[in-house]
Structure formats: C-alpha cells, structure tokens
C-alpha cells in the first residue's frame, strides 16, 4: 500500500477539547497503515497557505497526554473565510501545491458550520484542479448549532460550566438576597442557538425555581420580563437569569451588537449589564457575570463524555479519510437517553455547512422556565 | 460546668468556604464540654434581631459534611450596620434580650473587616448593658484585604479561580489571535486591595508575559496601558489584561462605579467593557469577561489549603469563646513559605475592624508585571 500524509488543522472558536480530537487524530494516524506522516498547520488553514506545517509525529505518548487535557487550540486557529472556488481559484491552487509539495492527500478540518463550508469549498477545488485530496471534517462548536449531530463536541463541558457556575452562584445569591444583591444575570454564549442558556436548566435541581432563561429564539419583551423577575424574587427571595450573548428583541435586533466579522457575524457580548440595568430599574440590587471564553475555555471542569466523544469523532475522522469518504465529518448519534449511549456515525458535509440548528428540543423546557 | 448555648452567624460577601468554616464550627462546639446547644442566625445578625434561629442541633455528620462542600452562606448572610452602641442602644438592648432567652453565651461571626466591626459594637453593647456575652469572629473574605492574618478563608479558593480561569482563557485567546481576538480582559473583585488580580500572576508559567495586571493600588493611566498593550501584543501575538473592579484614575476615581450601599461603599463592577473599549480604539479585536460572583462561589474548584483553613479558625473560634477570649478572632500565621506552613493564632478583633489590608507585598510583582 502506498502510503500519503494527513494534515489536521483547527478551526473557528475553540473548545476545552478541540486539543482532545487533535490528540487522537495525531494518536490513531500514527497507527494507520495508509498514514505516513501526520502534520498540523498553524493557524487552521492559513497554515497551509504560509507553508507552516508542524510536524507531530516527533511527540511522545506523554505529550500527547498533555495536549489533550489543554484548552484552547494548540497549534494555532483562524477565522478565515475562502473565496468561492468557482469565482477564484487562486488560493487553492496555493493550496493544492503546498499538499503536493508534502505529499498530503488527507486533509481533516476541525471546527464547526463555517468550517465545514471551507472544508467543501476545498474539496470542490481540488476536484476542479484534479489534485487526489480527501478533506474530511471533525465536528467541534461550543453553540451545540451543529446539524446532523446529536451532540458536539466542545458543547457539553460549556454546558457543564454553565450549569455549575450557574448553580453554585444561586447558592451564593440566595445567601444574600434578604439584604443585599436580588438578581444575578450571567451572560452566556450563543448568537442565534440556546443549547448553552438552556444547559443551565441543570441547575434547577441546586437553585430551584428562582431561575430565568433568556435564549436567543424567544424574543425579549421588557414588560414580560420585568413581571416575571418580580414574580421570581416574590415567591423565592431572589432570581438569577441566564442570557444568551444573542437576545434579541421582538424585531431581531440584537440587543447588543457592535462591528461584524469576517463571515458578516455581529461580535456580540454585554447583554448582561443591559439586562442587569433592567433589574436595576425594577427595584432590585442586582449582580452581573460574562462567562466569555471562560465557558468554553475550562477545560479544569470538562464534561467526560465531552472528551470521548471528542477522542471518537478524531478517531473515525482518520478512518473516513483513509476509506476516500471526501466531504465527509463523523457525526454523534444518540442510542438511548437514559443511560446516554451513542455511537459515532458518518455523514455528507453538505449537512453541516452554513446550517445552524436551532434549539428546538430543549426550547419545550426553556418556555416553561421563562413562563 | 454550666453549659451555655452558642449562636453563629454569617456576615458580608459569601465565599466557596464559609460553610466550611460553619461545619466545623458546628461540629466542633457539639464536642465541647462548654456548649450545650449551637444555633445559626438566619441571615447574619438580622436572625438575632428577628429571632429566627436555626437548630443545628438535629444535623448529621453527613449533612455537616455536605454543608462543608456548599458555596454560598447557608444560613442566610446580610449587609447591615448597627448604629454606634453610644449612639443608640436599642437594637443591642433586642440582641442581648434574644442571647437571654436562648441562654447563648458565646456569639461566632463569621465575616470580613466590617464584621468585626460589628462584632465589636456588639461585645461593647454587651458590656454596658451588663449581659456576659463572649463575641468572637472567624475570619471571611476573598479579598484577602483583612488585617492581621497571613491570608483569609475565602481568598486563596477565590484566587485559585483567577488564576486556571486566566491560564485558560490565554491558552485560547492565543490560539485565536492570528486572525481574531488578540486581547481578552478579565475583570475581578476587589475594591481596593488587588489580591486576587495579582493571583492572576499564576498564570505566568502557562500564559507567559502576555499578561497584564491592573490593581486598584496602581492608578491607571489611560496612555501607559495603551502604549505597554501594544508591547504585549508585538512580542507575544496578543495579551490578556486583568482588572480589578476597583481601578482608579490618577485622581482617585473610580473607572466604573454606580450607586452606594450601607456601608457608603461604591458598587462596583464593569470596568472590563471600559477597558475592552480603550483595546479596541487601539485597534484590537476584544473579548472581555466579568467573573463577579462566579470567583467567590466556585467552590468546584476550591484550594484544599483553603478548605483546611477554613475548618482551623472555624475550630479555633469555638474555643476562644469557650476561653472567654471576648471580642478576639483567630488569624493564620505564615510559618514558612516553602513548603507553605502556618497555624492558627488569636488576635484582637481592634486589629482587624473596618482596616483594609493593602496588596503591598503582591505589589513587587504585579509593577513587574504592568511595566
């Protein structure tokens, strides 16, 4: 068998354990015959287009260890949005050469729903400038907005800093609130999808009814919400609120934005002191947290589920690679909910790119927390 | 020996510990020869006023045990100042009424510099009013900025929490920052004394010197900062910036600051945005995070130093009162600094009421770290 190399790279927003699919990717390479050498490129896909190609497979067992427990992306990520090959092909004909040049025929991309657009783009484009590459995705995305998967990795240890955080600062405000600080506001992730918001539902075993969630899909209505903060601190003596990043009021508008990015993304944040001001108003001695990348950096409280599935996606992304399914990203099936079981499976890319799934499921819980 | 009855109470800002301090507090004055029952003000001491009293009496070893490892004040703290005895005697008149009636001899409050103060109030009020009330305090802040001990129950699980958050949240921002975020600021607690932002300098090992720290004790100058962030972000690609809510301007004031409590003290929090927006007029993309009450209620992540500390002045406490040590508190002694060795002293509550302990010592390192 004639053996190609694979490169991996990172991309988008990290998690707490992107590093944990990096590892097992570099890990299951090494032992796959049609592998011969595994790179990663600095900076997700830039790195390809610089010629700066790291070359893992000097690293020992340990430190392999080592970075899967780290958080961020350790051989550097990007937001960087390609050109629509049809309409420029300059770049990846760069890109098909610097592949070349290495001998790489396995490209596995690492990030979420843009991503997954720039890994099709680049396997069209190889398809038109007829190099042999197979690009395979690895899911990853804090948002959980991910299609066509029941879960992604990055979301749940997210999930599970949020519920705790969320959980153990109710205690503190409850301890509080007969003379002192009313509300809590934390500020969560998560522009358009709740999954994050909503996982501090977790937490209502902990803190009890006193809780709100303000997720991006139910329009903000002041009124509505005021009544129901004084409704909260009424029957329990104080109310904390989870906000998504992403309010929005009953026209769509963000109720904080400023500037936008590179893919036309409002960079969102400091909903929570506009929230908070509200409460203020209300009557109520109030308290505000901005999780940030705190929630997806925290790789001290990840989700152990979160780190398998993360550890399974890299480990079924080499195979689809080697097995030529170009275009494709392993995706997480649920089995059963209680006991959680899953399996990985594959799917088209096609699924993923530029969709946003939205937070249906968890919204049946959510309305009746914010009613 | 005639045995009396002893009440605790919590007083001020809770922290990831204090209910370790009130477990051991309980635990220990059930095996003490002096003390029959042991009571807890619900909510400071407004349960005294009110006469709400808890009966800790009935709880287990296991339910002391989980009370050990619960953030917030599970028996309700407050934020209220008692006038001056010589001022008016009539609430103390209603406190000692209420220690009669339950025959409490010995009061435990458990709280930072302005709860000792009124711990002192108390002990004075008794004295004129003739009642034989032992008042003692067991020591609460994570602000560190309490006279007289080496270091404060609270703080060091506080700091501890500063410190992985910033590690992390570097380790991410620097694997953005090619072509995103290059700089992420982190707002913490403190008021006037910068403990726990200079605890960030733990971070240092994992994040390097792309580190900056802005304690309230180094008034900020709007040109410095920006000139030393463009240094950080030449040298290491980007820099992370954490910030104590108390930051000042070169005249004192503070940078963010609405509305004034009890005690005329500012409430402060969202200097970060402030800061963010100076990085972004400087021409950096900018996240920024506010970790408010998440620090002092993170007890997942609490320091087991801390932990044990929390339990020794708890302990200690009951035995000064049983002691008759009116109006004293136990303080932690620093034996050495390495390996880490300290014990628990007693010292006068004047030494400690409504001082504020600078950040002198920390500061040597945090200049190094602002130049």
Redesign the interface.
């Known amino acids: 068998m004639k053996k190609h190399n694979l490169c991996y790279a990172?991309s988008g927003?990290?998690t707490a354990v992107i590093n944990t699919s990096a590892a097992a990717v570099i890990a299951a390479a090494k032992t796959t015959p049609a592998v011969h050498r595994v790179y990663a490129a600095q900076?997700?896909i830039?790195g390809v287009l610089n010629e700066e190609l790291i070359e893992t497979w000097h690293e020992s067992g340990k430190s392999l260890r080592q970075l899967e427990q780290?958080?961020?992306?350790?051989?550097?990520?990007?937001?960087?949005k390609l050109p629509d090959p049809n309409d420029d092909l300059v770049p990846y004909a760069r890109l098909m050469d610097v592949f070349a040049a290495h001998d790489i025929r396995y490209f596995l991309y690492n990030g979420g729903n843009d991503s997954a657009d720039t890994a099709m783009k680049l396997s069209a484009a190889a398809r038109t400038l007829n190099y042999p590459l197979v690009v395979v995705g690895v899911p990853k995305t804090i948002d959980n907005d991910l299609a066509a998967t029941d879960t992604c990795p990055g979301f749940p240890s997210a999930a599970k800093y949020v519920a705790?955080?969320i959980a153990?600062?109710?205690?503190?405000?409850?301890?509080?609130s007969?003379?002192?600080t009313k509300v809590?506001v934390?500020e969560v992730m998560g522009r358009h999808a709740g999954w994050l918001a909503a996982a501090a539902g977790m937490a209502v075993p902990v803190g009890g009814g006193a809780l709100m969630i303000l997720p991006p899909e139910v329009p903000w209505r002041r009124a509505h919400f005021v009544a129901t903060l004084h409704r909260r601190v009424k029957k329990y003596g104080y109310a904390a609120v989870v906000v998504s990043e992403g309010l929005c009021d009953s026209k769509g508008n963000f109720l904080s934005a400023d500037g936008t990015?590179q893919f036309a993304h409002h960079?969102l944040?400091?909903v929570?002191?506009i929230i908070a001001d509200v409460a203020k108003h209300a009557g109520y001695?109030c308290?505000?947290?901005?999780?940030?990348?705190?929630q997806?950096?925290?790789?001290?409280?990840a989700s152990a589920v979160d780190a398998k599935q993360a550890v399974a996606v890299g480990e079924v992304a080499v195979q689809l690679a080697v097995q030529g399914k170009n275009a494709y990203t392993p995706v997480i099936r649920r089995l059963s909910d209680s006991p959680y079981r899953w399996r990985v499976e594959a799917t088209s890319l096609k699924k993923v790119a530029n969709r946003e799934r939205r937070n249906s499921l968890a919204l049946a819980n959510v309305v009746l927390i914010c009613s």
Not at 287 to 294: E, N, Q, R, T
Not at 296 to 301: C, G, S, T, V, Y
Request: glycine share 14%; aromatic share 8%.
């Open positions: 990172q927003g990290v900076n997700g830039l780290t958080p961020g992306g350790a051989f550097g990520s990007c937001r960087v705790v955080s153990e600062t109710m205690l503190d405000v409850a301890s509080m007969a003379t002192s809590f934390l990015d960079q944040g400091g929570a002191p001695k308290h505000w947290g901005v999780a940030d990348y705190m997806r950096a925290a790789r001290h409280i």
